[in-house]
């Protein structure tokens, strides 16, 4: 590897709730709920690119940037930051993935037309996850008919359930959602097997499923772009029931609908690094989405000598967080989360539905991998936004979470 250009790194993040807006749930998890977004998704894309234009003004203005050209500053935003009124943002053709283009497009006409008074050379983006996909979401085969109504009939046995059970300790399917992904344990052998019932439905439809939806990061830094696309679909990346007030109608991507493409896939528009990871000013920097670092995506190239050591691993989620099985780093390496999904008492720097974490890794033969306990933010700010921005996600913009420069070894 070349010698680095830097000594250290800076990381700011934009946290906020990116899930769905929903109509039933303790949690305001994707269960049961709709989609926010404008009804035309050129609009949408536009009024989401203003915040991100207003949200660099703001972090610029703030001041805490440690403007030495030794330290890299890493600005990340979460997972499903980009996905429109559907779920999914849907093009017109095979050829050319459109929206994403339109999306990378106006962030690189934003960072070009901040640089004419602020200088980006030494700031790596990336600008959380654009979901964009060639299905309609529509109903055409009676397969398609009978997963668009998978979720809705789970939800109303679950519906039966709950009213007429005369213990009030039902779980919510939030709850049951966190158990088959394993972010919570379950607390009875009730709750698992209500949970196992609804994870033989949601992999039941994987398989079936035939709307093929992209979900990529789009990364900038000097000119330069890549892409990382997500390999594993969660048990809750998409809304479970189907909201359309006509039956049988479908408008939205629903989580029983919809498979993401293989990283592989050669039919890809969009030009996407397979092992996810590149070369940045001489540091080996590593992105995980959601799951995918739960699933051990890097670390499992690691121990197949896919990919080197990481200086830096970088995880943008919406319902993860940072975990010591799953690291890739070398001894001392740094890990950062970005999230849209829930907070993390005592263990992240929190946001309303949200949070981000900055950890080390070390490596012990008697412990083993071990993570450092979360490093605070040094500037925590509310978004300044308009109305209309506050629209677009179901607990408004969120924070700015700008973190200390942290020496890298």
């Given amino acids: 590897m070349n010698e680095s250009m830097y000594s250290n790194v800076q990381f700011i993040g934009h946290v906020l709730s990116s899930t769905p807006l929903l109509k039933e749930s303790v949690e305001e998890m994707s269960d049961w709920g709709i989609y926010l977004g404008l009804a035309n998704d050129s609009d949408d894309i536009n009024a989401r690119l203003q915040i991100v234009s207003d949200v660099l003004k703001q972090v610029i203005s703030i001041g805490g940037i440690n403007k030495d050209p030794s330290t890299l500053k890493v600005f990340a935003l979460p997972e499903f930051f980009w996905r429109g009124i559907k779920g999914a943002y849907m093009n017109s053709q095979k050829a050319n993935d459109e929206m994403y283009k339109k999306i990378s497009d106006g962030l690189i006409n934003i960072i070009k037309t901040l640089e004419k008074q602020y200088d980006f050379s030494d700031w790596l983006f990336l600008f959380g996850s654009i979901l964009t996909t060639f299905d309609i979401p529509d109903c055409i085969t009676d397969t398609d008919k009978t997963l668009s109504k998978v979720g809705d009939d789970y939800l109303s046995v679950y519906s039966i359930l709950k009213k007429s059970a005369k213990n009030k300790s039902i779980p919510n399917v939030s709850h049951l959602l966190k158990i088959i992904d394993k972010k919570v ?225």
């Fill in 185 to 409: 344990a379950s607390e009875n052998n009730y709750d698992q097997e209500l949970s196992d019932l609804l994870k033989d439905v949601l992999s039941m439809s994987d398989g079936l499923a035939n709307k093929m939806v992209y979900n990529r990061c789009f990364i900038y830094y000097r000119q330069n772009t890549n892409s990382i696309q997500k390999q594993f679909k969660s048990k809750e990346d998409f809304i479970l029931n189907n909201p359309s007030a006509s039956k049988g109608i479908v408008e939205n991507y629903l989580q029983t609908m919809v498979n993401y493409p293989p990283v592989s896939d050669t039919n890809n528009p969009v030009q996407t690094i397979t092992y996810s990871t590149f070369n940045c000013g001489g540091l080996n920097i590593g992105v995980e989405i959601c799951l995918d670092h739960s699933r051990k995506r890097l670390l499992g190239y690691l121990s197949e000598k896919k990919i080197k050591e990481l200086d830096i691993q970088i995880v943008i989620s919406c319902g993860m967080s940072l975990r010591k099985d799953s690291a890739a780093t070398k001894q001392g390496g740094i890990l950062f989360n970005c999230d849209g999904e829930y907070v993390i008492e005592g263990d992240a720097q929190n946001g309303d539905s949200c949070h981000s974490q900055l950890k080390t890794f070390s490596f012990d033969a008697s412990c083993g991998p071990r993570l450092s306990d979360h490093i605070p933010a040094s500037i925590v700010k509310d978004v300044n936004a308009s109305t209309e921005g506050q629209k677009l996600y179901p607990h408004g913009l969120g924070q700015i979470h700008i973190y200390s420069p942290r020496t890298i070894k």
